[in-house]
């Protein structure tokens, strides 16, 4: 079936080390990437997006992600995590307007 | 940013009562929105597709008929589940899209339901 996978269900870090979230997804043809992050209490908010051209893209807060087409990935990366960033992290895949999200990964930064 | 919103933010209810939830794109039109529901610790599960002025596209498993969707205008959508039991009581999600920006998803802040 198709799928999201996001394989850290939990990552503990702390403060100024660096991040990378793996999402992967099993759709074959175009695909829209997104992650998404959800701070304790508030609703989704959209951190980046990937739809053509760079498949480098880079988002808000310092975070970037990589579309890498033959491994069907869409890393997450943060060069140094703040206590800030300490949320619950969503990679989402549009296929043909159907849109798919992983199952989350919880980050918790320590201060 | 476009905003979206959901009324009401959290609602209690009596088994067997029926519970309206609207969502609304506050600054742009939305000619599709999404329904998701979370369920703790777990990731957002899409209920329905809602089109504007058509009839909702909902997921395998999900009950049309109890989980009532109407998309009346380009600004709002309607999710009534029907008859709540307690195994109804969850996370509810809804996000709309923005053709006019790039076609990304804007989510609303969500409504908790418990039912008694």
């Known amino acids: 079936a198709q799928s999201v996978s996001q394989h850290n269900h939990h990552v503990i870090l702390s403060e100024a080390a660096s991040l990378e979230l793996g999402c992967n997804y099993s759709?074959?043809?175009?695909?829209?990437l997104f992650w998404y992050v959800q701070y304790p209490g508030q609703h989704l908010q959209l951190l980046l997006k990937?739809?053509?051209?760079?498949?480098l893209v880079k988002g808000i807060k310092g975070f970037e992600a990589e579309f890498i087409k033959s491994k069907f990935s869409f890393n997450l990366r943060k060069p140094s995590v703040q206590w800030s960033d300490t949320a619950e992290y969503f990679c989402?895949?549009?296929?043909?307007?159907?849109?798919?999200f992983g199952a989350g990964t919880r980050l918790t930064v320590k201060p | 940013g476009a905003v979206v919103s959901q009324h009401p933010s959290w609602v209690i209810c009596k088994s067997g009562t029926s519970v309206k939830i609207e969502c609304r794109s506050l600054?742009?039109?939305?000619?599709?929105m999404f329904w998701y529901r979370q369920f703790p610790k777990q990731s957002l599960m899409l209920m329905a597709t809602?089109?504007?002025?058509?009839?909702?596209?909902?997921e395998q498993g999900v009950e049309k008929d109890k989980f009532l969707i109407n998309h009346a205008s380009l600004t709002l959508s309607t999710l009534t589940v029907t008859s709540a039991h307690p195994e109804d009581s969850s996370f509810y999600i809804c996000?709309?899209?923005?053709?006019?920006?790039?076609?990304?998803?804007?989510f609303g802040p969500g409504t908790r339901l418990l039912v008694l």
């Open positions: 600054d742009f039109q939305a000619t599709t």
């Open positions: 759709y074959g043809g175009t695909v829209n």
């Open positions: 809602s089109n504007e002025g058509s009839k909702a596209t909902y």
């Open positions: 990937y739809f053509s051209g760079d498949p």
């Open positions: 996000s709309a899209w923005d053709r006019g920006a790039v076609e990304t998803q804007y």
């Open positions: 989402a895949v549009n296929h043909n307007n159907d849109m798919r």
